[in-house]
């Protein structure tokens, strides 16, 4: 469940294994040599003014230097554009809980490919790339503006990215790649089918969509590989908020009732559309940790994607809320006709039921204490113990049985 009170200041990052920035281009000084000069003068003068001159070109090449980095952002360090591509500041607690399970799922598995399927301006791409030493990621959007600029901050030194041009049916696609990233502009069901169709599967499949991302979810699957990573995205508040239950059925396969914890409820919500969906591919998920944003109501999970089929006893069930004493219970399918509160000895007309919704916890605790050990590693953690925030997390992945519903968010 989740909690609030967490608050850690965020400083500057400083990765230990890999060079965040490249290094600034070097300008070619210009050196202007006088072709007329007085019979008079020494050559101390001359050697003097030549000096002077370099001190001026220095200064040109610094103020050059300056006007290119206008209007560049800085998030942990990485510079890049944005223009008229999507970006959100307050969305960087999500990138930077998404880059350190990257980078954990690294060190567990020795490798990392990614896709991201909806990248914006490509800050995200940039981070796995920087950050999390991604062997290789994949970066799409429909929008062209600054992404190829940006992954080339990204380049291995001594790489040069390649323009392409492909037809794929009707559609004239630009590509750009790398040796550790490749740019697309494609539609993102497409791109992801594609990759499985290609037997060409990815450590960690990030569709950070608007609204649902459900459209995406069984082609994200697909391209997912056995044991990796999806993380998805959900902006639908409303839904989870119980005001429009058949959209809710529509895009995730639950019926969701108004109920006062509407933020942890979109969060189950969103884990069991995915269950959903994975139990069809004969795939068992689970969540690596849950994560909802107040800005824009966002909700944002991270999934272990495993193979095999749903357990009976899997957290896939109902909640049940009592409108007369304020009580919540998870109940299974088999007693869904035989709910009642503990209030009253009768079948309590004042019970409102949502589901079918994820029961379990929403994070998961060996996995939670490599995010955290790296954040410390990495200088993400300020003066605040990191095991006041860290126990909550632990006490909700520890007691799955909702004792408790919140409604407010944590923070890094």
């Known amino acids: ?165 492909s037809h794929c049916l009707t559609d004239h696609i630009l590509t750009a790649e790398s040796s550790n990233w490749k740019v697309t502009h494609v539609d993102a069901n497409r791109l992801l089918s594609s990759r499985y169709l290609a037997n060409d599967y990815f450590d960690l499949i990030d569709v950070d969509s608007f609204g649902s991302s459900s459209v995406c979810l069984r082609s994200a699957l697909a391209a997912v590989r056995h044991g990796g990573l999806l993380y998805v995205t959900s ?77 009976k006893n899997m957290h896939y069930g109902f909640i049940a809320y009592c409108r007369s004493c304020g009580s919540s219970q998870t109940v299974q399918w088999e007693d869904l006709g035989n709910v009642n509160c503990t209030c009253s000895q009768v079948k309590a007309p004042s019970l409102i039921i949502s589901g079918p919704l994820w029961t379990g916890p929403l994070h998961s605790v060996d996995e939670l204490q490599m995010m955290w050990n790296l954040a410390r590693e990495w200088g993400w953690i300020g003066n605040v113990p990191v095991g006041t925030g860290g126990q909550l997390m632990v006490s909700e992945s520890e007691k799955p049985q909702m004792q408790r519903l919140w409604t407010s968010c944590w923070k890094l």
Not at 248 to 264: I, K
Request: aromatic letters at 8%; one cysteine or more.
């Open 235 to 311: 902006t639908d508040g409303v839904s989870s908020g119980g005001r429009r239950p058949y959209n809710a059925l529509a895009a995730y396969g639950a019926f969701v009732r108004q109920m006062p914890y509407c933020n942890e409820i979109g969060l189950r919500m969103l884990i069991g559309g995915v269950i959903r969906d994975a139990a069809m591919r004969n795939l068992n998920v689970s969540p690596f940790f849950s994560y909802y944003s107040y800005h824009g109501t966002v909700f944002r999970v991270m999934l272990r994607v495993r193979q095999g089929k749903l357990i």
């Open 1 to 165: 469940m989740i909690e609030s009170g967490w608050r850690v200041s965020l400083h500057a990052f400083s990765h230990p294994k890999c060079s965040l920035l490249p290094p600034p281009t070097k300008c070619k000084y210009l050196h202007h040599i006088s072709t007329a000069a007085a019979a008079s003068s020494s050559k101390t003068n001359a050697a003097s003014q030549t000096v002077d001159d370099d001190d001026d070109d220095d200064n040109d090449c610094v103020q050059q230097q300056k006007q290119q980095e206008q209007g560049l952002r800085c998030e942990r360090d990485v510079r890049f554009a944005v223009g008229n591509a999507f970006y959100r500041s307050e969305s960087s607690l999500g990138r930077d809980l998404g880059v350190l399970a990257a980078a954990a799922h690294k060190l567990e598995k020795g490798s990392l490919r990614v896709l991201d399927a909806m990248c914006g301006c490509g800050v995200r791409a940039m981070r796995y790339i920087m950050h999390s030493g991604a062997d290789f990621v994949l970066a799409n959007d429909a929008c062209k503006q600054f992404m190829l600029q940006n992954l080339e901050r990204c380049s291995v030194i001594g790489s040069t990215s390649i323009l392409t041009q």
